[in-house]
């Protein structure tokens, strides 16, 4: 069995964790109150997930030269900082303003990228400069987005005491 | 059989060439060569951050922006294949051999001349093809029954998982995520609720424009927002040298050699419009399969290293499934691709259920579709002549500037489309899961074409049940589905025979 495993690449185990949820997934539907018409469709919809898994299982091991190759950059943190930022963002349009927030949003990451930059050259040469463009930026983009959501599209947004 | 609804087609004309109309045409096409020129910026991804505005719109012009960043779109990814070998877009890639090769001789400006033209003819050729077939199609279509519909919708599906991907279990994953994520909600019938976990703004189902605009566009955004932070050099900028801008003393296009390719661009106009019109292959693999027929019979001794046949042959089947990809769409409410899928959403946010009587009861609407498809076109040719060096020009935002713009404008569109804080949650998870999809490298097509057939199938399904009171073989009654679960077993037969 650890030889299987180890025999695996990044394919495979994705594959093998998906068919054991799947499998979890679909015996659990015998215990919901649900009847069966109305389990028969996300019944299909699991099955299609496991002969998926055990398909990409397989080919992990009977052709593993042919498996993807999968990138080894560790994004994860940035998928969740993304994400992070815009659930954020938000919920700051809808508690101080969609200008506000968008003003406050851009410039605090073009800033932010923007010093980092300058730290990567080793001079900040400049960056006052370009900072006060990235900060003009940010000002036209909020205005053009609440002329084009709020103006003209008449977006509703509550809760909103700054414009 | 074919019956001309006069009345619609005036009430058609006038909602379409009206100055309203021609304006979101005239914004779509632009939007969509801009977005088509900038790469990582492909037109699904436009046209996920659209989507919202069918919300605010009449359906004229809603549909007018749309279908003019759809084909916009698909030309403006030629741009940067042929003026710097990267294409804007996945189906622009069959372009880059020969584009870029010509750009390198110096015939860059003949190279997206003919890329412009070509584009053109596909798209008017699978625009007319459209019209021809919908019509009759579409009164034949209410003629299928419960069975019939189920095993179309079952074709469909194999089809698109057949097509999608070399790995055939990730095609079928992927259709089964789909399944899945469509079933989330009230049940059809009784009414039963099916894996809300209690959220009680799940119980309407898994939002549409949420899922699809974070499903295109969030990846991305993570993408080149982990790009940007991790090195520096990804400032989305194509240094001066590398971007070989057409001078203005170049020789443009011959008339001698637009007509002197008329066999690439006849056979890629056909090709791709007989591609798309089958749910699955898509813009992609219908350039890439004309442009190597093209390669059996040119007479070009330089195909594949700078000749103007191979642009035709590409750019022209490219374009040809803008039209065609309407056609499974509008007669039975089988979105073709994934680009397909996010305007039958618009479509059905407008209130029009796509489906196999949209023909009969929503006439006006199929021609007002037909006549923005050809009115787009002329558009295209108008803004791709004139505006390539301000796209060309466009690739040079830098990254860190045009990515967080894009992710405010993405967050904001989600909200405007119902003012649901809940939907910025479901457009962030739909993200993700579009994130998996692309690290695991799974086709986004089955998902989205699953998530939107689900529905039809499931109700075809369950009405058969319940008319035949459970006997499995009435799927297999008429000739017209034992036909097509012929096909269904056929197709898949064969591409398991080329597999191995």
């Given at each position: 069995m650890n030889v299987f495993v180890k025999k695996l690449t990044q394919n495979g185990v994705v594959g093998l964790l998906l068919v054991v949820v799947s499998l979890g997934a679909y015996a659990w539907t015998f215990t919901s109150s649900l009847r069966s018409m109305e389990l028969f469709v996300p019944r299909i919809s699991l099955w299609l997930i496991i002969i998926g898994g055990v398909l990409i299982l397989v080919r992990d091991v009977v052709k593993p030269e042919k498996a993807e190759q999968l990138s080894k950059a560790w994004v994860l943190p940035y998928a969740i900082g993304v994400s992070l930022a815009m659930w954020l963002y938000g919920w700051a349009f809808r508690n101080i303003g969609l200008v506000t927030s968008t003003v406050l949003f851009l410039t605090v990451w073009w800033v932010w990228v923007a010093v980092t930059d300058a730290r990567r050259a080793g001079t900040t040469a400049g960056l006052g400069l370009r900072i006060a463009k990235l900060v003009a930026l940010a000002v036209a983009i909020a205005v053009v987005i609440h002329l084009l959501f709020i103006t003209l599209l008449n977006m509703h947004m509550p809760r909103t005491p700054l414009p | 059989m074919f019956e001309f609804n006069i009345e619609a087609a005036i009430g058609a004309a006038s909602l379409v060439f009206a100055l309203d109309t021609a304006i979101f045409v005239m914004l779509g096409i632009v939007v969509g060569i801009t977005t088509g020129a900038i790469p990582g910026l492909a037109h699904s991804l436009p046209i996920a951050l659209v989507l919202p505005f069918s919300f605010f719109l009449p359906i004229h012009q809603t549909m007018g922006l749309l279908i003019g960043t759809y084909q916009g779109g698909t030309y403006g990814g030629s741009i940067t294949a042929i003026a710097f070998g990267t294409p804007g877009t996945p189906g622009a890639a069959a372009t880059v051999a020969d584009g870029y090769a010509l750009t390198q001789q110096g015939k860059g400006k003949k190279a997206l001349q003919m890329g412009l033209y070509s584009s053109v003819v596909g798209g008017l050729f699978g625009s007319f093809v459209l019209i021809f077939l919908v019509v009759p199609i579409g009164r034949i279509a209410p003629r299928f029954g419960p069975a019939e519909l189920t095993a179309l919708y079952f074709l469909a599906l194999s089809l698109v998982v057949v097509f999608s991907t070399e790995n055939p279990g990730k095609g079928i994953l992927s259709a089964g995520i789909g399944f899945f994520l469509a079933i989330i909600g009230r049940d059809i019938i009784t009414g039963g609720l099916r894996f809300t976990f209690g959220i009680r703004y799940m119980q309407s189902g898994f939002p549409l424009v949420p899922l699809l605009m974070g499903f295109f566009a969030l990846p991305e955004i993570i993408k080149q927002i982990h790009g940007v932070i991790t090195d520096p050099t990804h400032a989305g900028e194509i240094a001066d040298e590398d971007l070989k801008l057409p001078k203005k003393a170049e020789q443009g296009l011959t008339l001698k050699e637009f007509f002197g390719s008329w066999k690439a661009t006849g056979m890629g106009s056909v090709l791709g419009t007989f591609l798309g019109a089958l749910p699955g292959p898509g813009a992609t693999l219908a350039a890439y399969t004309s442009y190597s027929v093209g390669s059996q019979f040119t007479k070009d001794k330089n195909y594949g290293k700078g000749s103007l046949d191979g642009v035709a042959a590409a750019e022209s089947a490219n374009n040809a499934t803008c039209g065609a990809t309407f056609i499974p769409m509008l007669t039975f409410g089988i979105p073709g691709s994934s680009i397909a899928a996010l305007l039958m959403a618009a479509l059905i946010m407008e209130g029009v259920p796509v489906g196999p009587r949209v023909v009969i009861d929503h006439t006006q609407v199929v021609y007002t579709i037909f006549l923005l498809m050809l009115v787009a076109n002329p558009f295209n040719l108008v803004f791709g002549k004139l505006l390539i060096p301000v796209f060309t020009r466009l690739t040079k935002i830098p990254a860190a500037v045009l990515w967080p713009t894009i992710a405010i404008v993405l967050v904001i569109g989600t909200y405007a489309?119902?003012?649901?804080?809940f939907d910025i949650i479901m457009c962030i998870v739909a993200g993700l899961i579009g994130y998996f999809y692309r690290w695991f490298k799974i086709p986004d097509g089955p998902l989205v074409l699953a998530f939107l057939v689900t529905p039809l199938f499931e109700a075809s399904f369950r009405q058969a049940i319940t008319i035949s009171r459970g006997d499995m073989l009435f799927f297999v009654g008429s000739p017209i589905s034992q036909i097509l679960w012929v096909v269904t077993a056929l197709s898949i037969f064969f591409f398991l025979r080329k597999k191995n």
């Open positions: - | 489309y119902s003012n649901r804080p």
